[in-house]
């Protein structure tokens, strides 16, 4: 079933897989029922809104997997799609604001300083991708030390202190996950910014992340353990390279937690906002994750990670040695601090191979 909340009298939707766009159709407000002759087994599909850009889409899209004809972890389960008019919208949608955004001719260096959480302004909403097939992501959990075959390795500082925001900034690499893996035997690897409560079951991460089950990209990504679903925003292209800085925080105004993707000059995209129901984290991560299933670890090119700060009195300040921080480095992954603990590396064992020459004479 595809339920479709009003704003606009007609909206399209449209199927596609991996290059393969099945017919668009139109629809309008109310509820409505999609029916298709067959859809192979096995692949990802990808359901998207399409409206008027000046209209928020919440969500942009759904994700899923078939199997045996059902949705793999979701069986019967109802799209719904709202779309927001400009008259209801707090923010503009990202998608309408960045193209009449202009970047200030200059940026502040990382790490030059304190920064008051006023200075830094919400820009956009930016319009995710709900993945209703993958796996739940687990919480970060205190775990015995020692070498993990499988299951979540955590790379990087993670702090005591109590705090309402973590921002950082890492490099986007390309990490060798398999793309052909079927559950149960998922991977993935993510570098993110993450909160949560004494409980460690309430908590909020973005960041980057590169997924077994879809394609061979990198994705800028939200989860939380309100909703509990991967939410990917398919719109921003990511390249090995590229810088990612996130940061969730707790707004007072708002009362409820927040995620969002920096956009430059001071002004950031909203990825989501939730009510976790606390307003002060009792801890605050910046680093890597990697999952495995089966065992076999994805390999993890260098990786810098340039900047870090909590927010704490309403300032955001640098995360150096003033407080209380553990530094993870689970097997078969490493870290190398550069600067405790706003500036480091993590990867996977650098390997030398013996160059071997050959006598050609």
């Known amino acids: 079933m595809l339920r479709m909340q009003p704003v606009l009298e007609e909206i399209g939707v449209c199927l596609a897989e991996r290059g393969m766009t099945l017919p668009e159709m139109a629809f309008g407000n109310g509820r409505h029922r999609l029916q298709l002759q067959e859809i192979p087994d096995g692949a990802y599909y990808k359901l998207e809104l399409q409206a008027p850009p000046s209209y928020f889409r919440d969500p942009a899209g759904y994700l899923f997997q078939v199997q045996d004809g059902q949705i793999v972890r979701r069986p019967g389960f109802v799209f719904r799609f709202r779309l927001v008019s400009p008259a209801e919208q707090d923010l503009p949608p990202c998608r309408e604001f960045e193209k009449r955004f202009t970047l200030p001719p200059s940026e502040p260096a990382a790490g030059t300083g304190d920064i008051p959480a006023d200075m830094q302004k919400d820009a956009c909403r930016a319009e995710g991708t709900v ?5 739940p992501k687990q919480p970060e959990r205190p775990r015995e030390m020692g ?3 499988v299951g979540y390795h955590y790379i990087g500082p993670m702090t005591y202190q109590d705090n309402r925001g973590v921002w950082g900034r ?3 690499v390309d990490p060798n996950v398999p793309h052909v893996v079927q559950p149960p035997n998922e991977r993935f690897v993510a570098e993110r910014v993450y909160a949560n409560d ?14 077994s089950w879809r ?15 991967w939410v990917f925003f398919d719109e921003y292209n990511l390249d090995p390279g590229s810088r990612v800085e996130t940061d969730v925080q707790y707004d007072s105004d708002l009362g409820a937690w927040k ?18 129901g606390f307003t002060t984290a009792d801890r605050g991560f910046n680093r890597g994750e990697v999952y495995t299933a089966d065992g076999v670890h994805p390999i993890l090119p260098l990786s810098g990670f340039d900047k870090g700060y909590l927010l704490i009195d309403g300032v955001w300040r640098i995360w150096d040695t003033r407080y ?10 490493q870290v190398d601090m550069i600067i405790e603990y706003h500036r480091f590396n993590i990867h996977s064992p650098i390997v030398f191979i013996p160059l071997v020459l050959k006598n050609t004479q």
């Open 259 to 276: 995620a969002r993707y920096y956009l430059g000059g001071g002004y950031w995209r909203v990825l989501t906002t939730v009510d976790l």
């Open 131 to 135: 993945d209703i097939s993958a796996p």
């Open 198 to 211: 004494a409980s460690w079951d309430r908590w909020i991460e973005a960041g980057w992340a590169e997924v």
């Open 324 to 333: 209380p921080t553990d530094v993870t480095e689970r097997d078969p992954y």
């Open 147 to 149: 070498t993990l075959s």
């Open 170 to 172: 890492n490099t986007v």
């Open 215 to 229: 394609d061979d990209r990198q994705y800028i990504y939200q989860y939380d353990s309100v909703n509990a679903r």
